[in-house]
């Protein structure tokens, strides 16, 4: 397992993804407040670029007609099928148990850190002020 | 569901999917003019002026679900240059033709209104230009495209003379009729045009979707899409039902029906129960000769998009014997929002033999393609 900085911080606005190649993998970072994620851009069901997707809220209904939003923009819906994925866990929607997207672990670090730790960074420029977004794969 | 199919490799073992046959493509128009063309001026200055008059109520309801836009469209289908999911080509040939190496993909144009129109003169003009349209932008660009001949059933002549006009052109190889229609399918009124079909060597395909302006289930109106979907499945049940018993395989016996986008594992059940009435009911339909079962088996073709998932995968095998490996073609649905990708769509691997036939072999000799 190695580092990889696949970018600063403000390449990805909150609410915002991005789509990198690391290691051969497509690998969906999304951003939700200050927090990043990590997902696999490949559907477990038949493979689509899931990470295209649209990303929405939670919608709950403890009882028919009784809506509620929740978890806004933190699911990840399949542009092919619709299933959907909590951008957080990777878990599916209907069936969290058995069926999650590969998720991989996403870590901001300090650019002083990066320009002196053991990180891969050869596509992002480093410079000591930012703040770098590190994918573990 | 017991298996997370997370970690399921595509099944490559021989990459037995590639070359396959694509029993329902859907092109696009660019434009809403793209007909135009094809349309004599009287019936383009209808169709500028007046325009298409479905059966159905609510005529801007949409029937698709718009969580995937443009009418449930496969959110990566969208080309770059603009334009609508299945309306482009190249990317057609990119993420299907030549990713699968497709051999032949079989149209079915959702496009048009033709089958649907109530003013039937122009029905029959609108079903001419798109077969004509059919030709010019996907069939004669791209030959391993194959054309469905649009009709309009509730216009016999029209429909016989378009029929007739297509036949023998190998760039069509079936006639689309819409599977909601103002009366079940086998009812004496459309036995005309089954007989044109058949005795020209075509296949009738009843392609799920549109309106007849009836409640789309047998109990009425549906509220949601989750419902909408599943009663497709009725209505192909009624067709079935409708052709067996009015005795229309008995009358047309060349006659040759492929149901698609309706599912296909409710169709063992449903033989099972007419088997069952006909024992029963046999001085009510004496033209029946034959169990029910059996003019099924011979007459009727089903694909797999929206591929059933049973919650033990092991199921989709004895659900594929009972309808008879033979009878089951593979179809992706692109580039619609719930197509199936040949590589992950069978949850469970098949035998080689079902596979060759499934993916090519049954298409190839339902529709005498090399
Ligand atoms: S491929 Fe993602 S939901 Fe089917």
Known sequence: MDRHVVGSVTDIPPGGRKIVTVKGRQIGIFRIGDEFFGLINRCPHQGAPLCSGEVVSRL?????????????????????????????????????????VRSFDVAVEAGNAVAEGRFIAERVEVSVEERYIVVTV | MNVTVLDRKPDR??????????????????????????????WLEHKRTIGGRSRQGLAK??????????????????????????SDLPLMREQLLDLFDV??????????????????????????????????????????????????????????????????????????IPPRGLEPLGRRRYWPILQACAANGFPVSLHLGGTSGHASTGGGWPSFYHEEHPSYVQTMQTLVTS????GVFEQIPNLKIVLVEGGFAWLPALCWRLDKHWKQLKAEVPHLKRAPSEYVHEHIWV???????????????????????????????????????PRYAFKIPLPDDWKRKIYRDNARALYTLD
Not at chain 1, 69 to 77: D, K, S, V
Not at chain 2, 61 to 86: A, F, I, N, V
Not at chain 2, 146 to 163: H, S
Not at chain 2, 243 to 246: M, Q, R, S, T
């Open chain 2, 61 to 86: 309801t949409p029937m698709y679900p718009r969580m995937s836009p443009g009418s449930g469209m496969r959110m990566d289908g969208w080309p770059k240059g603009g334009g609508h999911p299945g």
């Open chain 2, 243 to 246: 052709l067996v018993c009015e």
């Open chain 2, 303 to 341: 694909t797999t998009q929206p591929i059933e998932e049973p919650e033990r995968p092991e199921d989709m095998l004895s659900t594929l014997e009972w309808i008879g490996p033979d009878r089951v073609m593979f179809s992706t649905d692109y580039p619609h929002w719930d197509q199936d990708d």
């Open chain 2, 103 to 176: 051999a032949y993909g079989l149209l079915a144009p959702l496009v048009g209104g033709a089958g649907g129109e109530r003013n039937l003169e122009f029905g029959a003009a609108m079903a001419t230009a798109v077969n004509e349209w059919q030709l010019a932008h996907s069939c004669d660009p791209d030959p391993r495209l194959l054309g469905a001949v649009q009709i309009n059933a509730e216009y016999t002549e029209a429909a016989i003379a378009e029929i007739e006009k297509r036949a023998g052109d190998r760039r069509f190889a079936q006639v689309n």
């Open chain 1, 60 to 100: 709950v209904a403890p009882s028919p007609g009784d809506y509620r939003l929740t978890r806004a923009g933190e699911m990840i819906r399949c542009p092919w099928h619709c299933w959907e994925f909590d951008i957080r866990s990777g878990q599916s929607l209907c069936d969290p148990d058995s069926v999650q």
């Open chain 2, 13 to 42: 073992s021989a990459q037995t999917h590639m070359g396959f046959i694509d029993c329902d493509v859907h092109p696009y128009v660019k434009g809403p003019n793209d007909f135009d063309p094809f349309l004599s001026k009287r």
